[in-house]
């Protein structure tokens, strides 16, 4: 794949799996597998798959990539006041790490960042990785710009930073085959020097050998009832989603969905590493046709790829005010999800 169409695969790749994971966001392992029977499909909103942060989150970076042309410091306070405004709009569902820390932005504090170890860097870091598949300085820093915005712990930024270098190694053809698990492992875990996360690595190794690695990882974590947001495992998590389920998008997608907890995270940020391998061809048309979001829509993805790639390209960097018209209506969609899971099936 060119540049442009790795940008579109990394971006609708993540979109999709975040409208597929969405309405089983927060169940338990075992619910979430008694919901999903049959094929898996979006059923968010009639049958059509709305996104939540994960895809608003990566649309915001990918419009301060467009805006900053390099300058990390520009990036970060284009970024900064995407954030603000996504607040403003009332989302639902937002992380308290990640809401306590644009409250922050807002009163001026710094740093920003709260002590937090949420999987909400992540979500966002694999564009990133793509972008500056080739500079890993540029890749590194940005990736702390924006992390360190909302989370200062340092399992939240290494958590980040193994999404953009799976992301990086992708793109630029090393990981195009399924890697070594010991070298998977190794290059994960080397992205940070906190002690927790080194700590995964013979986990990791252990479970990419074994026959089925999700539920490997899974087991040696305690994560049988739900992968939680937290970063030490739900990244991993997501990074061993992908590895099972390598150049096969739906079986990725099916194992995030299955495990429960994080699902929409979980899902969005494995949906864009596994777009990258099988590319926008490989996604399910059908999840494609029905993921009918707006103002960051198919569409809309589609040209912020193409500006990403040729600067030649215009696209629309704004804060869309759309998002104070969407938000209500997704709210009121999370509330009717909500009073659904009053009933069967448990």
Known sequence: MNLLAQLHA????????????????????????????GALRQR???????????TDHTVFVAQALLRSAGDVDV?????????????????????????????KLWLGLRPSGVRSAGNGPAMRAALIGC???YDSAARRTHVAASALLTHTDPRALAGALAIAEAAARISCGQWRQRPDPAEFAQVLTGVSENAQWRALQPVLAEACASAQPTQRLREALGLQRGVPGFALHSVPFA?????????DYAQTLQLCVDAGGDVDTNAAMAGAL???VCGVDGIPPQWRERLLDWPHGTGYLQRLAAALADP???CATNFSAGLFL?????????????????????
């Open 326 to 346: 969407r938000s209500p209506l997704f709210l009121a969609a999370v509330l009717c999800h909500g009073l659904r899971r009053l009933l069967p099936p448990y």
């Open 274 to 276: 596994a777009a990258l």
């Open 44 to 54: 968010f909103l009639l049958g059509r798959g709305m996104v939540s942060d994960d």
């Open 312 to 314: 030649q390209e215009s």
């Open 131 to 133: 972008r500056f598949a």
């Open 239 to 247: 990074l061993l989603a992908w590895y099972e389920g390598h150049g």
């Open 75 to 103: 990036f970060r306070r284009v970024l900064a006041w995407r954030l603000r405004w996504w607040l403003l709009s009332l989302p639902a569902g937002i992380g308290l790490g990640t809401l306590r820390g644009i409250l």
């Open 10 to 37: 990394c971006l609708l790749g993540g979109a999709v799996g975040d409208s597929l994971g969405l309405p089983f966001e927060g169940l338990p392992a075992r619910r979430a597998r008694r919901w999903a029977h």
